[in-house]
Every structure is written in C-alpha cells, then in structure tokens.
C-alpha cells in the first residue's frame, strides 16, 4: 500500500474513534513547499460529516495518527489543512521493495472485460495528416495505459475504403493518371492517391466555372459537374460488383495501405485488428429489425426508421433511409456489435475520433444502451480537439494539409539543427547520429502533443517542440541521458541493499524524490481512468524537475560515505527506469547518450 491509503485508513479510524462517524472517503494533497510535512489531509470535505471547528478537527485526527500510525512522524495544522510528516524509514523500506522491480507501476493483465480502443481510422483517397498524428498517438499511448493498468487491450482500426471520396481518387487516375504507380513515380502509394483526390476537386471546380460561364446556376452547377456525376455513378458500379471498377478499387486501396504502414512504423504505432468499411457498411441493418420488434425504434409512413432521444435531451434520429439503406449511425451501430461478436471478452470500447463527432457518439452509445447491450454501459468517446498551426487551418481537397511523414521528417531535421550546434556528438557514427535525431524529432512531437489534455485544441509549434530546456520531450530525454552517464562511470558495486541504520536521515532532496516515484503506480491508474496521457507527461516531467534539483544540490559519485553513494546511485537508476517506463506509455524512447 502506498502513504496516501495507509493513511486513508487511519484517518477514517480516527474520525470514528473520536466522533463516532463513518466518513466515505478522505481527499489528499501534496503538502505546499512553504509548510512542513509530506501529504497533506483537507478537512473542509469532512464538515458535512463531522461538525466542529476544522482547526481542532485537523489537531485530534493529527494526533491520533501520530500515537497511532508508525510512518506518521509529525504533523500541523493550518486552517482547514492537516499537513502530515512521514518518516524516513517508509519511504526507505518503499524504495527498497520497488528497486529491483523491473515492471514497477504496472499490474498484470486480467483476462476479463478487455477494452477495445479504435483509433487512426483514415480514408483511403489521402495520406495522414497532423490531424491522424494526434489521433493515432492518442488512442495507441491510451491502449498501453489501459494495458499497464491491468487490463487486456486490443488496438483497432475501422478503415474508410468505400463511398464517393475514394471514387474521385480513382477517377482522377483514370482520367489524368497515364497508368502512374507508386514504383513508377516513386512516391509512396497513399500520396499518389492523395494526389488524385487533389486533382479530382480542381478539375471538378474547373468544370463548375465553366457551366456557371455558361449560364448555369451555381447550386446545379455543383450537382451536376460531369465529373462528379461521373464519380457517382463509378460508386454504383462498385456497389453492384462491377469487375473493373471493383479491380482498381482493390489496386489503388493496396497503395494505400502500404503506405499507411510506412507511416504507422515511423511514429511508431501499432494495431491488433483492421477492420474495413467495405465489409461493414451493411452492417446493422438486422439490429434495426429486432429494435423495430422490442420498440426501441419507430417507423415513419415514408418507411424510414427512427429513434426518439427527446426525452434524454438529444432528438430524433434515423437509422435506416426509407428506401432501406444505411446510415453511418446504422453501420456504427453494427461494427460495434460485430466488435464484441469476434473478440466475446470485450468489456468496453474506446473511441478516438475528433470533437466534431461529440453529438454522434452520444446517439449511438445511448442507441446501444437501449438495445441492452451490457457492455454499452462502458463505451467512451475519446474526443481531442484539432491540430492548429500558426500558418492556420488544413484543407485536404486543396492539398494544403501537413503530411505526417513530411512532419515528422521535419522534426528529424530540426532536432538535427539543433542537436549540431549543441555539439558533444563527435564520437557519434552517422548512423548512430541519425537514429538519435529521429529518437529526438518524435520524441518531441509526441510529447508536445501528448502532454496537453485530449480535449484542448493545439497549435503545434516544431521549434519549440524540440527546445532542450523546459516541459518538453528532449529536456526528459536529456535528462535520462544524464542518468545513464551516472550509472556508466559508477565503477562500483551498487547492486547491494543499504540500511535505515546505515543510511541515517534523508536528504529533503532524497525523500522529494521518493514521494514522486510512489506516486507512479497511482498516476498510471488515474491516467487510464481518465484516459488522459497528459497525467503521465506531466507526471513524467515533475519526477525529471525533482531528479534535476536533485542532482544539482546533493552529491552522487561524489559522496564520500559508502552507503549513501550507493543508495544515490540506486536512486537515479530507479529515476531513469520509471522516466523509460512512462515514456513507453507515450510511445516515446529514450537515448542512453545524447
């Protein structure tokens, strides 16, 4: 158990013993730097409980924890706040018992309820953007927290390979293309679709201002552009199993995927099960039927089948068209149910999609809560804002979007420029050079993007990403190096366990950083709970800020006494072990020299 629930415990043990009420739950805090003491218990909550003046409240519970819990040193009171000193010794035997863990922080996994999180989830007619990066670096560091906080987890995407937007692509190639292909013009697959989509859209426009030349009015203009009409009819064809069109579908869709898994290796994600819109689209349909028999949709003289949210404060929504067709929500509706067909253990599903699908993800949780789904009652929508940059906004149809692979060949370069004029790489190969540049240029990108709560909108500034100073990736990175440094010129045997009694009192810098490891089990929970990799960024960056101040007012190699040389040594490599750890919940690595 760590402080705060051995604490936790005593304190409800001390308002019963001296008031007579059973209190639900204690609140905690860190203890502010200017008073005395380690954690700090808040009476305020208490009062709905315990009447009386919060001073005196705070002084009884104070001291009979004192008489009563061995960890408990001392203790003060300020206003509403018990301020609590825990001794040495706790701490101390703490470290000792996580040392040699080498999965400290982390439960194993149990093979019930498996979360599922989908994220990535692109189209097929362009390559990933800015936009992908923040969504595949949410959803894949939320599936390692989840993981490492005890729960089975399977990754997965739903990819978007059907429907009007990958027939312009293919269009495009026909019309413009004159059989280009990934090998011929040496792109990667997903830009020379992306390329067509681009074209598509200026020859579409091209053909719009030529009929409103014409005389045409704008709107039918729109709406009936050969080339668009065009388009429409290649879906049609698709639908009804035509050989040729279903052929290129399938060619120009595999240029796609390669190139979705260049992109997926560079940053350094992963999945467990694709999932594909083709072969879900007509999905759903029968659980509209069994809805319409249980009464949980309604049919409207037109045929056309609903769903009434009023009363939950949403609308009217339709699940299928009156000619019978789906809707995304019918489909949605289908694929989750699918979901949980194919993998029987799946307890809950996490959804990382953009904000602007809020309203949407509402409808078909509360959609499948009707139906009765159990695990429906666990289903959550990652929502993240967008991806801002100071140039502004990305426009896909106008090609004006951040490549992913472009990005993060930028941050490579950068982390480059900067690394050269920082020097001390002159012992470096060029390889080796490179492989740190890149570990650099993503590590900065996913921290900066990581570190902000998901549903904050970001304005993505590179260079500031990569500064090696401040709460940013290369400055813990940095840091880790710094610790490996300790450890190689360490020409000692530090394996060996110290004393309390050897050891004497700890240095206030010793225990500020021993407080900030006990916490990590604690952050990883509250992170998954929360589904927020901002709690183990920042988490990340208070455990580097106390391992600096550390470092710059105690001695490591330094120290003259055998035992606390030995236990400083320890403590730094326990430091870089958990700074790896949280980093790899990130999706982040870190260099042993830099």
């Given at each position: 158990?760590?402080?705060?629930?051995?604490?936790?415990?005593?304190?409800?043990?001390?308002?019963?013993?001296?008031?007579?009420?059973?209190?639900?739950?204690?609140?905690?805090?860190?203890?502010?730097?200017?008073?005395?003491?380690?954690?700090?218990?808040?009476?305020?909550?208490?009062?709905?409980?315990?009447?009386?003046?919060?001073?005196?409240?705070?002084?009884?519970?104070?001291?009979?924890?004192?008489?009563?819990?061995?960890?408990?040193?001392?203790?003060?009171?300020?206003?509403?706040?018990?301020?609590?000193?825990?001794?040495?010794?706790?701490?101390?035997?703490?470290?000792?018992?996580?040392?040699?863990?080498?999965?400290?922080?982390?439960?194993?996994?149990?093979?019930?309820?498996?979360?599922?999180?989908?994220?990535?989830?692109?189209?097929?007619?362009?390559?990933?953007?800015?936009?992908?990066?923040?969504?595949?670096?949410?959803?894949?560091?939320?599936?390692?927290?989840?993981?490492?906080?005890?729960?089975?987890?399977?990754?997965?995407?739903?990819?978007?390979?059907?429907?009007?937007?990958?027939?312009?692509?293919?269009?495009?190639?026909?019309?413009?293309?004159?059989?280009?292909?990934?090998?011929?013009?040496?792109?990667?697959?997903?830009?020379?679709?992306?390329?067509?989509?681009?074209?598509?859209?200026?020859?579409?426009?091209?053909?719009?201002?030529?009929?409103?030349?014409?005389?045409v009015d704008k709107k039918v203009a729109e709406k009936e552009a050969p080339l668009l009409l065009e388009a429409q009819e290649m879906l049609r064809k698709w639908e009804a199993g035509d050989e040729e069109v279903v052929s290129l579908w399938?060619?120009?869709?595999?240029?796609?995927?390669?190139?979705?898994?260049?992109?997926?290796?560079?940053?350094?994600?992963?999945?467990?099960?694709?999932?594909?819109?083709?072969?879900?689209?007509?999905?759903?349909?029968?659980?509209?039927?069994?809805?319409?028999?249980?009464?949980?949709?309604?049919?409207?003289?037109?045929?056309?089948?609903?769903?009434?949210?009023?009363?939950?404060?949403?609308?009217?929504?339709?699940?299928?068209?009156?000619?019978?067709?789906?809707?995304?929500?019918?489909?949605?509706?289908?694929?989750?149910?699918?979901?949980?067909?194919?993998?029987?253990?799946?307890?809950?599903?996490?959804?990382?999609?953009?904000?602007?699908?809020?309203?949407?993800?509402?409808?078909?949780?509360?959609?499948?809560?009707?139906?009765?789904?159990?695990?429906?009652?666990?289903?959550?929508?990652?929502?993240?804002?967008?991806?801002?940059?100071?140039?502004?906004?990305?426009?896909?149809?106008?090609?004006?979007?951040?490549?992913?692979?472009?990005l993060m060949e930028d941050m490579t370069r950068t982390a480059a420029e900067i690394s050269e004029e920082l020097g001390k790489l002159d012992d470096y190969s060029d390889a080796e050079k490179q492989e740190l540049y890149k570990m650099i240029?993503?590590?900065?990108?996913?921290?900066?993007?990581?570190?902000?709560?998901?549903?904050?909108?970001?304005?993505?500034?590179?260079?500031?990403?990569?500064?090696?100073?401040?709460?940013?990736?290369?400055?813990?990175?940095?840091?880790?190096?710094?610790?490996?440094?300790?450890?190689?010129?360490?020409?000692?045997?530090?394996?060996?366990?110290?004393?309390?009694?050897?050891?004497?009192?700890?240095?206030?810098?010793?225990?500020?950083?021993?407080?900030?490891?006990?916490?990590?089990?604690?952050?990883?929970?509250?992170?998954?709970?929360?589904?927020?990799?901002?709690?183990?960024?920042?988490?990340?960056?208070?455990?580097?800020?106390?391992?600096?101040?550390?470092?710059?007012?105690?001695?490591?190699?330094?120290?003259?006494?055998?035992?606390?040389?030995?236990?400083?040594?320890?403590?730094?490599?326990?430091?870089?072990?958990?700074?790896?750890?949280?980093?790899?919940?990130?999706?982040?690595?870190?260099?042993?020299?830099?």
């Amino acid at each position: 158990m760590n402080i705060q629930e051995v604490l936790t415990t005593k304190v409800k043990e001390a308002v019963n013993s001296v008031y007579k009420v059973e209190l639900p739950s204690v609140e905690f805090q860190p203890t502010r730097k200017d008073f005395a003491g380690d954690i700090t218990a808040v009476i305020f909550p208490m009062l709905r409980f315990v009447k009386g003046n919060p001073v005196q409240i705070g002084e009884q519970i104070g001291q009979f924890l004192k008489d009563n819990v061995a960890e408990v040193e001392d203790f003060n009171v300020v206003k509403g706040f018990l301020n609590i000193t825990i001794n040495d010794s706790f701490y101390l035997n703490f470290f000792n018992g996580i040392k040699d863990v080498s999965d400290y922080g982390f439960v194993s996994a149990q093979e019930d309820n498996a979360i599922m999180v989908e994220y990535s989830s692109p189209n097929t007619n362009k390559p990933l953007h800015l936009g992908h990066v923040r969504n595949n670096l949410l959803g894949y560091s939320v599936a390692e927290i989840i993981k490492a906080s005890g729960k089975k987890v399977y990754k997965t995407q739903i990819i978007n390979d059907r429907g009007i937007h990958i027939c312009k692509s293919m269009l495009a190639w026909q019309r413009f293309g004159n059989g280009e292909t990934p090998e011929s013009t040496g792109l990667k697959g997903d830009k020379l679709v992306g390329n067509y989509y681009v074209a598509f859209d200026k020859a579409y426009k091209e053909e719009i201002a030529a009929m409103i030349a014409d005389g045409v009015d704008k709107k039918v203009a729109e709406k009936e552009a050969p080339l668009l009409l065009e388009a429409q009819e290649m879906l049609r064809k698709w639908e009804a199993g035509d050989e040729e069109v279903v052929s290129l579908w399938k060619k120009m869709n595999q240029w796609v995927y390669n190139g979705f898994e260049v992109s997926y290796n560079n940053l350094g994600v992963d999945f467990d099960q694709y999932y594909y819109e083709s072969d879900t689209y007509l999905l759903g349909k029968d659980v509209v039927e069994e809805g319409l028999e249980k009464g949980v949709f309604y049919r409207k003289e037109d045929s056309s089948v609903w769903i009434d949210l009023t009363e939950e404060g949403l609308d009217e929504k339709i699940v299928l068209r009156s000619d019978g067709t789906a809707v995304y929500m019918t489909q949605d509706i289908g694929t989750a149910i699918q979901r949980v067909k194919d993998n029987p253990d799946i307890g809950g599903m996490v959804y990382t999609v953009g904000n602007e699908q809020d309203y949407h993800f509402k409808v078909l949780f509360l959609i499948l809560k009707k139906l009765g789904f159990v695990w429906a009652e666990k289903l959550y929508h990652l929502s993240y804002g967008m991806v801002d940059l100071p140039s502004g906004k990305m426009k896909s149809r106008e090609g004006t979007v951040v490549d992913a692979d472009d990005l993060m060949e930028d941050m490579t370069r950068t982390a480059a420029e900067i690394s050269e004029e920082l020097g001390k790489l002159d012992d470096y190969s060029d390889a080796e050079k490179q492989e740190l540049y890149k570990m650099i240029g993503l590590g900065a990108l996913k921290y900066y993007i990581l570190k902000v709560d998901p549903k904050k909108r970001i304005l993505f500034n590179p260079e500031e990403s990569v500064d090696f100073q401040g709460n940013t990736g290369p400055f813990i990175q940095y840091t880790y190096a710094r610790i490996q440094s300790i450890i190689r010129k360490a020409d000692f045997d530090f394996s060996q366990e110290v004393s309390n009694q050897e050891l004497g009192q700890l240095h206030e810098k010793e225990k500020e950083l021993l407080k900030q490891l006990e916490q990590y089990p604690v952050t990883i929970q509250l992170a998954a709970e929360n589904f927020s990799p901002a709690l183990i960024a920042n988490y990340t960056y208070d455990l580097v800020k106390e391992f600096n101040s550390f470092y710059q007012n105690v001695s490591i190699l330094g120290e003259t006494e055998a035992s606390k040389k030995i236990f400083r040594v320890q403590l730094a490599k326990k430091v870089g072990e958990v700074i790896q750890s949280a980093f790899s919940l990130l999706g982040i690595q870190v260099p042993e020299r830099m």
